[in-house]
């Protein structure tokens, strides 16, 4: 059986995440010990909310450097919705504040403009930008154009096209639908959440 830890830092629902993990036959443990996340086996960071709340928190609770030792070791790390968008550098969400930095860039609102609702709640469908494939990374066994389920106002902008895995078109917008760099993935949508479709997700992650 495949271990994994789930952060716990005050942050969003754990419930859903732990729910899918396990349907894919995951032990899982939910922790905001330091010591259990830096040597983890797998480790996800999901989230909902205000990207400097979830920065504050990691910081009082000490996890901030844990991760980036988890990171450091090659281990699959997962970052769903707000633990996705921690992942790089920045957000102008309620003025800026320091993310975690393991990919660079930055995370913007979504822009309104007629047609576009904010918050971006629903199904979309991915697809991997230009000159990407999904080969060999979490996406693996997703078809392009699966539909996928998405609640956020703000969307990861990486410095590096590269670090795009997945695009969603919201009406004029393209939104970072997942992301990655070397053992780190990012999802913006909650692959808990979509479906048989998403489920492909977490047991490609506990491969």
């Given at each position: 059986?495949?271990?994994?830890?789930?952060?716990?830092y005050?942050i969003?629902?754990l419930?859903?995440?732990?729910?899918?993990?396990k349907?894919?036959?995951?032990?899982?443990?939910?922790?905001?010990?330091?010591?259990?996340?830096?040597?983890?086996?797998?480790?996800?960071?999901?989230?909902?909310?205000?990207?400097?709340?979830?920065?504050?928190?990691?910081?009082?609770?000490?996890?901030?450097?844990?991760?980036?030792?988890?990171?450091?070791?090659g281990?699959?790390?997962l970052?769903?919705?707000?633990?996705?968008?921690?992942?790089?550098?920045?957000?102008?969400?309620?003025?800026?504040?320091?993310?975690?930095?393991?990919?660079?860039g930055?995370?913007?609102?979504?822009?309104?403009?007629?047609?576009?609702?904010?918050?971006?709640?629903?199904?979309?469908?991915?697809?991997?930008?230009?000159?990407?494939?999904?080969?060999?990374?979490?996406?693996?066994?997703?078809?392009?154009?699966?539909?996928?389920?998405?609640?956020?106002?703000?969307?990861?902008?990486?410095s590096?096209?590269?670090?795009?895995?997945?695009?969603?078109?919201?009406?004029?917008?393209?939104?970072?639908?997942a992301?990655r760099?070397?053992?780190?993935?990012?999802?913006?949508?909650h692959?808990?959440?979509?479906?048989?479709?998403?489920?492909?997700i977490?047991?490609?992650?506990?491969?």
């Amino acid at each position: 059986m495949k271990s994994v830890i789930v952060i716990d830092y005050g942050i969003g629902n754990l419930h859903s995440v732990v729910k899918g993990l396990k349907h894919q036959g995951a032990e899982v443990t939910v922790t905001s010990d330091p010591s259990e996340v830096s040597s983890a086996e797998r480790l996800v960071l999901p989230g909902v909310g205000a990207f400097g709340d979830g920065m504050r928190e990691l910081q009082r609770r000490n996890l901030i450097d844990p991760i980036h030792q988890f990171v450091a070791t090659g281990r699959p790390f997962l970052g769903i919705c707000l633990g996705m968008q921690l992942l790089l550098s920045e957000s102008e969400e309620f003025g800026r504040h320091t993310g975690l930095g393991i990919i660079p860039g930055k995370v913007v609102a979504i822009p309104h403009s007629p047609g576009i609702k904010v918050p971006h709640i629903g199904w979309r469908s991915i697809q991997p930008p230009a000159g990407t494939t999904w080969t060999q990374s979490l996406m693996q066994d997703v078809e392009e154009n699966t539909m996928m389920y998405f609640v956020h106002s703000y969307t990861a902008v990486p410095s590096d096209e590269s670090r795009r895995l997945a695009d969603a078109q919201y009406g004029t917008v393209r939104i970072s639908a997942a992301i990655r760099h070397q053992n780190v993935t990012g999802c913006q949508f909650h692959p808990e959440k979509s479906g048989v479709h998403g489920l492909k997700i977490i047991h490609r992650f506990l491969q």
